[in-house]
């Protein structure tokens, strides 16, 4: 007992002694100076404890040709007096305006190779029944030619007394070409509905696997152009069109033709009514206007259009007079080559930055 006593004050003195020493060592480790961090090492130790931070995802459902992004975008094609695509002229051949303002040509692309999105517009209706079969071969020769599977997408819509969609979205021909086959003429022609509910389908087209929402939009139409049941107005046919950025193209089934001076060339010598509403069609979107006179003829157009689709110029520019909701503007592309003819939409409207907070 007196032994353990007499080593306590000696234990006493050991643990102040190793307190003393470990309070000197971590006061001494403090004041050591920091050693510098190489910047992956810092954004390492500083970023690690916290959660990574929710960038916001991309709207992909909507079209990207969007005046609401600050850009206008614009497809473009140009044409000697021959009819011959021009495709060989670069971002200082063009100049455009956007209500009489020049504007700044902010990106050119000479290749326009973007997914399709394509809308056929059969007219079924009692006006056309003796040419339904020319344009059923119209229809089947020009997907045939134009749509490429696992890139674009098409759909059939028939329009008699109301425009019905027969064959929805699909890459498959097969399918667009067994709805084609299966059509019958009778009704009313409702155009302008078709038109209109075509372009808002654009507005919504899906993608496939792999695909960004760079996509173009087309419609097609085979009719002779006569409207005399539909509750929408050709003005509101076109703006919607425009609204979807839908190039339109027409092919008319109307017979009135001549043969002038080469039997071989029949030419169109009349141009009724139904003609005009479809050449309006297609001088309001940039698209273009057909009149064949028989299923070779019409090969060669579908053909055409194909090729064109190919073949254009792709230019965005960012107006320097800030449009307001609503509201149209009016585009004007020009090229200083003369003898050349410049296609594309004569304009827009603004849609304003609430657009794109919407569905």
Not at 86 to 107: A, M, Y
Not at 110 to 128: G, K, M, Y
Not at 183 to 207: C, F, H, S, V, W
Not at 216 to 232: A, K, P, Q, T, Y
Request: proline share 6%; with cysteine.
């Amino acid at each position: 007992m007196k032994l353990a006593l007499q080593q306590r004050p000696a234990l006493c003195f050991a643990r102040k002694v190793f307190v003393l020493l470990v309070l000197s060592a971590a006061a001494g480790f403090a004041q050591q100076p920091t050693q510098p961090q190489s910047p992956a090492t810092a954004a390492q130790n500083s970023t690690a404890p916290a959660a990574p931070k929710q960038l916001p995802v991309p709207r992909t459902s909507e079209p990207p040709i969007r005046v609401t992004t600050g850009l206008v975008h614009l497809v473009v094609t140009v044409m000697d007096k021959h009819h011959r695509l021009v495709t060989d002229l670069d971002r200082s051949d063009f100049k455009i305006s956007e209500n009489g303002v020049p504007q700044q040509i902010r990106f050119f692309g000479s290749e326009t190779d973007l997914p399709l999105r394509i809308a056929v517009l059969l007219d079924t209706s009692n006006s056309i029944r003796d040419r339904l079969e020319f344009e059923k071969g119209a229809a089947v020769n020009f997907l045939s030619d134009v749509v490429r599977r696992g890139t674009d997408m098409a759909f059939l819509m028939t329009f008699d007394n109301e425009p019905q969609v027969i064959q929805d979205y699909t890459d498959q021909l097969y399918l667009l070409t067994s709805a084609i086959q299966d059509q019958r003429a009778g009704g009313g022609t409702a155009l302008n509905d078709a038109i209109y509910m075509a372009a808002e389908k654009l507005e919504k087209a899906p993608l496939l696997r792999g695909q960004t929402s760079d996509l173009r939009h087309v419609i097609v139409v085979i009719s002779d152009g006569d409207d005399n049941l539909s509750d929408h107005a050709f003005s509101d046919a076109v703006e919607e069109a425009v609204r979807a950025e839908a190039v339109i193209y027409t092919v008319s089934t109307d017979k009135d033709w001549v043969a002038i001076d080469n039997p071989d060339k029949p030419q169109k010598y009349n141009m009724d009514p139904g003609d005009k509403v479809l050449n309006d069609l297609a001088n309001q979107t940039g698209g273009r206007a057909f009149f064949p006179y028989s299923t070779d003829d019409l090969a060669g157009s579908f053909q055409n259009i194909g090729t064109e689709l190919r073949s254009q110029y792709f230019i965005a520019y960012s107006p320097t007079n800030p449009p307001v909701t609503g509201q149209y503007r009016k585009i004007d592309v020009r090229t200083d080559r003369k003898g050349l003819i410049v296609r594309t939409r004569k304009g827009y409207y603004f849609a304003g930055p609430a657009a794109n907070s919407g569905n």
